[in-house]
């Protein structure tokens, strides 16, 4: 009856004698001394010691059971899914100019029709509400509140189908912030508007660098004072892209929010990402699934958590977590009624799993499901936050979406000082 085969042992040098387990398939923390250590690890432990570890899930009783749990967890996990997800794509237009941008090559004046905004509402009422699940959208673009009208006729509906039948619906923003006035936010609430990702790269002169309107005058003023004016309506989950060169930067638009009232406690996590190229092969903005194990990523990534947690502000921490590829029951839909596994998989035609008419074909061989269910991944114990990493950083890095996007290097690197930072703040 051994250690679970997910997880990490790091030192306590303030505490000698010990040292720490943490379970990466459950997120828990203990600080146990050698001695029990030495005692689990040759099947000696105390019954209440076992208990203990069993209900953190950094012991088992059977290590062939755990393995084989793992492997089937996605299948078990769609299996009895009761959530439909989809980021919905109204519209390609934008009104800011971000250099990076990552719709760049396929922007323009695209926009979801009404005909297309009716097929959606009636496949999410018949495939989803109708078969007893609930519902929770994410309007994307280009700028999203460049088509509210488009956005009030999906969700609408969606909405009274949802409370006609039981079931939930919600929606959220992925914007970058510049029309989320006070009175769109309050149009929108009754449509089941819960919260907003915003983009702030940096403070005002990074910032309006990097997210220019289209007129060349910068953004910043305009997103931050319409933050303050709207964060007590939805949770608004700040965050921003950053390059080698300038995510030093970034501490500093935490302090602008700050000095601008805004009340961290009230906000949804901050979660940077690093500038990668872009889409179809030409800059793209950064993802967190897309994060790299160089040194240059991992030291941005730690130092601007750091930061973040020193300011007061919410970070995501370390989880298990699966690719949305891998689940049935999210879909990505274009303006055109497209269907894709990933917003970045949006670059590459090849990559649409089917359309809002004809419905969604097989895709486990094009996206390469299940490349995780090999002997090093499901003895890794890092497979729990990683489950083969990222199809589209895969593809950026070899060409190809096959094999697995190894994430061992960079977790091994900055994955106790994340356990770390968040273990302090707990005790802060």
């Not at 387990?21 to 029990?36: D, E, I, N, P, W």
């Not at 009895?80 to 800011?96: D, E, H, K, M, Y």
């Amino acid at each position: 009856m051994p250690l679970s085969r997910y997880l990490k042992i790091y030192p306590e040098p303030d505490h000698p004698g010990s040292v720490l387990l943490y379970s990466t398939k459950k997120g828990s923390v203990a600080r146990v001394s050698k001695t029990l250590l030495a005692a689990a690890r040759s099947g000696s432990l105390a019954v209440p010691d076992r208990a203990a570890l069993r209900r953190l899930e950094l012991w088992v009783d059977d290590p062939a059971a755990e393995r084989e749990a793992m492997t089937s967890l996605v299948d078990l996990t769609n299996s009895r899914s009761c959530i439909f997800s989809a980021t919905v794509v109204l519209t390609l237009a934008c009104n800011l100019a971000c250099p990076y941008c990552f719709e760049d090559h396929f922007r323009g004046d695209h926009a979801m029709s009404e005909e297309t905004a009716r097929l959606l509402v009636a496949y999410i009422k018949q495939e989803q509400i109708d078969r007893g699940r609930d519902v929770e959208l994410r309007f994307y673009g280009g700028e999203p509140l460049m088509a509210v009208s488009r956005l009030k006729e999906i969700a609408g509906p969606l909405r009274d189908a949802a409370v006609a039948t039981g079931t939930k619906f919600s929606c959220s923003l992925v914007t970058n912030a510049t029309l989320l006035t006070r009175p769109v936010v309050k149009e929108l609430l009754p449509f089941g508007l819960s919260s907003a990702q915003i983009t702030l790269d940096g403070p005002a002169g990074t910032h309006n660098r990097q997210r220019p309107f289209v007129s060349g005058l910068g953004s910043f003023d305009t997103i931050v004072a319409n933050l303050r004016s709207v964060y007590d309506l939805i949770t608004i989950k700040p965050g921003g892209n950053y390059t080698r060169d300038n995510y030093h930067e970034f501490p500093a638009m935490l302090d602008d929010l700050l000095e601008a009232g805004i009340d961290p406690a009230r906000l949804g996590p901050v979660q940077f990402a690093p500038i990668h190229p872009k889409s179809g092969g030409h800059t793209q903005h950064g993802s967190a699934c897309g994060f790299g194990s160089e040194p240059w990523l991992i030291e941005a990534n730690l130092f601007l958590r750091e930061e973040s947690i020193r300011r007061g502000f919410s970070v995501e921490k370390p989880r298990m977590g699966v690719c949305m590829i891998e689940l049935t029951n999210n879909l990505v839909v274009g303006f055109d009624g497209s269907l894709y596994k990933c917003p970045p998989l949006m670059g590459w035609p090849e990559f649409a799993i089917g359309t809002l008419a004809d419905g969604v074909s097989d895709y486990r061989h094009s996206h390469n499901l299940d490349a995780w269910k090999n002997d090093e991944c499901l003895e890794c114990a890092y497979l729990p936050l990683c489950f083969g990493g990222c199809r589209f950083f895969n593809k950026l890095n070899t060409g190809s979406i096959d094999g697995v996007d190894c994430r061992r290097d960079m977790l091994d690197a900055c994955l106790e000082t994340i356990v770390r930072q968040d273990l302090k703040r707990g005790h802060q």
